[in-house]
């Protein structure tokens, strides 16, 4: 879909310090998105940045036909973008890229560093209707930031959330890694589930933030025989699969084959086990 | 001749042994090989379409960051990733065959025997309608900058090209020369039915927090708006030299920016970076243009081109 | 060095022959004679000022319009419309004397005995700092675009202006050539000490409603945004192969762009279309160097030319 | 002055096909304006499109510290510039350029084309001022125009308005120069005043509108032997005289010496004697 989306809400998230902001589009878009894809969203109707900002699907109301965005104002874009206002109208592509698979049963661990959240919750609710036990690990800063980006959201769904801090400030002194080793001990000195031995198939794991976590995470997953996927992220220029400017590299699983993926087309969600993270840089 | 306005406007245009239905075309590299962008912009709407650059073999392209924004344009190191020529015959031709449209392959290479191989394997018949030379990639440390900034092997590849070919045969200029119209000149004399122009202006951005170049190639090609007066003078500037017809590119983003390039000489115009922007822009283009030559009372698009002359 | 901030920076730059109290000039031609932008920004702030080009008889300049905005940038096509040198050393020398900074000359000329004549006029003590040599102006159709696209007569025009003034002397080449490299080492050869880039690129616009180029000399040079990934790259690739100081420019409107440019291997950059769309730019662009190298650490300005090689 | 002027009000001036919007600002420009001078707007923070907008002051409040500019919307400058908000602030340079000489007695005739009539209020009211005989010819395309572009402002001043149409349909039939004629035949047939015969020093005119009727109209007072200013436009760069991207050609009139006047700077107003319409083009 391309077209004109009109913009019903468009405010902070949180602390403003944050620069989180939640944009609510009314879009056929919503009709059709899945969890982990993302729109082309175009800031402004001049030249000036030139390209769209591509930006993951957050929320979908398909009643509404609604979908939420969560972008953290950065550059000149999301700066402009942020100037937009409720009423008017933004030029959208979208829904793009392949998203997260479904797990059919077991349990979904979500892993998220930073705002790489944003598109784990529609995930989330989509696992939750279909009765799978879903929880997020997340790192981030501060408290500050995660009540600035989305925390209630999360909270409201009934997820279980655990949360780590560099400083410990708030939720588990570390990085995400850290957490879930810790997580993964406790519950393993409890005795209590999958997450613990070599897991088994019932064990899905989507990663979601910068990359050096999203691998490390990966890796750690994939040790322990989880099903593991990744959302990459690269600069896009067409978002459709025509430039060929976000390729990651992968290795097929069958072949040992090593090829280009583009994360805008093939992407943004990859099998952890097919990415090859430090090819050729 | 600009009295009243017309009712059908002729919208085909001849380029030499090429005729399109229409002058608006897409650039090669910005349009995959044809189906990517088919849900927002009926292909079988447009003049043609240009495929992704191939070469003999398959090439990963350059490491990534490949992309940066700049001043209205955008800088690109590719670095002609393709699947190799093996691979498209077998996977990607069968399904280029089925479009609706006129389908122009790029090929690149980096030595004589590379273009003489990419030249061979399209001909009348195999489902291609015409071969774009790129001379002219500035991505390539070895080969495609050297054809495309030096007259005498510009000729030569070409006139190789045009040997083992029997589609017609379009040579894309570097703008990256001092001397765009000797080139125009020299790709004339190796027996070239086409020019298309320009390829991108070789550029960097560097990030100076990260105090690198945002391209982990370094340089890219700068492509977008901002290079259009560049291009368009180019155009001008070729049009006077040579007599065979020019596609020109680089910077369209409305039906006026078409209109300017075909003023200046261009026969047909080519959408690259304007996709990426409005995958819209190249159906807009062909309604500006044509709606442009109702108004003026122009009753075949051919008609104004070169009229700025 | 980038562990914590600085108190004083040294802003100094050493161009070889030339020092400038800080890196932060403005470019020919956008800064008439020095005066006419004092209203709006304080020119003794800054490290110096470019005149607008002379030739040694006045010029009348080309006919108008003279200008054509374009995206993200501009094309003029001034043609070197001055007042000659006699009537410049009679009239404008004395005013330009008081300038409280670096004053550079900039001359043109359509043969070498107007080179001479113009390096002849500029000595120590004359009231100039520097002679800046603009072999690249594209608007002239006879010589200017000639010495500055051939490396043998750029050399050769350089070691004669050398020859004649004992002022530094600044070669300021064209980005209209094949081998920007090649035309830098020519200069350098011809004994250049300093090396100022880019000059602007040759570009059109077509005004599509009168079907004729707005510039009424046609074509003109591009300026502003647009152009500064190719003046990036060619300071870039320039800094690699020669060993004499190089002032970059093209496009700089912010202290970020100017950042750039020095990171990529300028010694002092210099602002041109930058004035038009504010006046304040050379002066926020050298507090927010400044602020740069106080934030990184980098106690003195030179200590960032290069760093992202 | 280079700064941010805020903007007081912004709309139509009538009927919006025409097109026409006033601007009204404070800034401490008011303090200095001079009738015939201009201010140099930036329409946008960013850099598309990248040159700021030569715009006449067509009115002066200098208690109030606000100038009112009245322009057309041309092209995506001014429509650019016409999406500005009250309250929002605009970059302003100004005042620029050499505006027009006000006589010291005698009569002052304005003449107009088009919406060259804008920078000629300011003038008229100082003209007024001082008591001298001041009115307005003023030529357009028909009466929405002349009401959509400020002829009221005229009318409350009390100024003597003489209008002229091409298809006659308010006015004189005709241009502004038949118009002139028309009524200066009739000033002599009622044996009224200066505009009669060889007309004394005692008749200044100023001439602002398209160049062809800048300059017939321009020949024709100066045969006359009036003393005549006329505003010209052109293509600006930098609006202080340091681009000379804006030209016009003069002839000295002592020394015969043909040279160039900076628009910006040397003008926008000069004597009609001096320049030389057609040079070079
Ligand atoms: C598939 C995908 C989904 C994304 N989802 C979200 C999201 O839900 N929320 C969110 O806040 N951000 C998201 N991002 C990142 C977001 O696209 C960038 O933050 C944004 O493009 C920055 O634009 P800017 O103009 O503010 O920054 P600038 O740095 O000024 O942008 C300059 C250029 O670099 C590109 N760019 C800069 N940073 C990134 C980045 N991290 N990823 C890709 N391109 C980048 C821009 O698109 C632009 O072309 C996503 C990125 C991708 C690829
Ligand atoms: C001294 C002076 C005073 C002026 N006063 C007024 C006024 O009071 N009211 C009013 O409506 N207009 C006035 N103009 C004309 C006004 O500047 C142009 O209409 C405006 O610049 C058009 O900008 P645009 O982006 O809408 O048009 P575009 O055509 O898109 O502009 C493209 C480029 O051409 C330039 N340009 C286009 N038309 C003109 C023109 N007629 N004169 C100068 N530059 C032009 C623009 O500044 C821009 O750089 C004045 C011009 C000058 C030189
Ligand atoms: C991402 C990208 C990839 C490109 N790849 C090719 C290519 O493979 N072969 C080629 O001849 N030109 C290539 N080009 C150049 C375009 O075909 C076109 O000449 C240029 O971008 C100017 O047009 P534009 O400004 O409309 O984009 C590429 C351009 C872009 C932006
Ligand atoms: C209106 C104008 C006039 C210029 N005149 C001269 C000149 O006389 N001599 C010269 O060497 N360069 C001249 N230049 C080129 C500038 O000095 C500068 O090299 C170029 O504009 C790139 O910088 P910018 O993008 O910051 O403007 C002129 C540029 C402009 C825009
Ligand atoms: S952004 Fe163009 S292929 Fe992914
Ligand atoms: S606009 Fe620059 S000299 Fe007049």
Known sequence: ?281 | MNSNSVENIDMRVNLGPLTLKNPVLTCSGTYGFGDEYAPYCPVEKLGGITLKGLTPEPRLGNPLPRLAETPAGMLNSVGLENPGLEEFLQSYLPKVRELPTTVIANISGFSLRDYEIMANAFQAGSGIDAIEVNISCPNVKHGGMHFGTHPESAQEVIALVKAKTNLPVIAKLSPNVTNIVQMAKAVEQGGADIISMINTLLGMSIDIERRQPILANKVGGLSGPAIRPVAVRMVWQVTQAVNIPIIGMGGILTWQDAVEFMLAGAKAVSIGTGNFVNPLAPLEVLEGIEEYCRRHGFASVSDIVGLAH
Not at chain 1, 77 to 88: C, D, M, N, P, Q
Not at chain 1, 120 to 139: C, H, I, N
């Open chain 1, 1 to 281: 879909m391309l077209g004109k989306a009109q913009i019903i809400a468009h405010d902070f998230v949180g602390d403003p310090l944050y620069k989180i902001r939640r944009l609510v589009l009314r879009t056929e878009i919503a009709r059709e998105a899945q969890p982990g894809q993302f729109v082309h969203v175009q800031v402004t109707k001049g030249i000036d940045p030139l390209l769209r900002r591509p930006i993951s699907i957050a929320d979908i109301q398909r009643e509404a036909q609604e979908i939420t965005l969560l972008y953290r104002i950065k550059g000149r874009g999301t700066e402009i973008l942020s100037e937009a206002k409720v009423g008017e109208e933004l030029s959208l592509m979208g829904p793009l890229g392949r998203g997260f698979t479904l797990p059919t049963q077991g349990e979904l661990i979500l892993v998220a560093g930073g705002i790489g959240v944003f598109p784990l919750l529609p995930l989330a609710k989509a696992a939750q209707e279909k009765s799978l036990a879903v929880s997020l690990y997340w790192g981030g800063e501060n408290e500050g930031f995660f009540t600035s980006s989305g925390l209630e959201l999360w909270q409201e769904a009934g997820i279980p959330v655990f949360l780590s801090t560099m400083d410990g400030s708030i939720g588990e002194k570390g990085n995400v890694l850290d957490l879930i080793q810790k997580q993964v001990e406790s519950r393993v000195n409890h005795g209590k589930d999958a997450v613990a031995g070599a897991c088994s198939d019932d064990l899905s794991v989507a990663v979601c933030g910068p990359q050096v976590m999203t691998q490390v995470v990966s890796d750690y997953f994939l040790l322990k025989g989880a099903s593991v996927e990744v959302s990459l992220e690269e600069r896009m220029g067409c978002a459709v699969g025509a430039c060929l400017g976000c390729v990651c590299t992968l290795r097929d699983e069958v072949s040992g084959r090593i090829y280009r993926g583009k994360v805008c087309k093939d992407g943004p969600v990859f099998k952890g086990k097919e990415v090859l993270w430090d090819y050729e840089q």
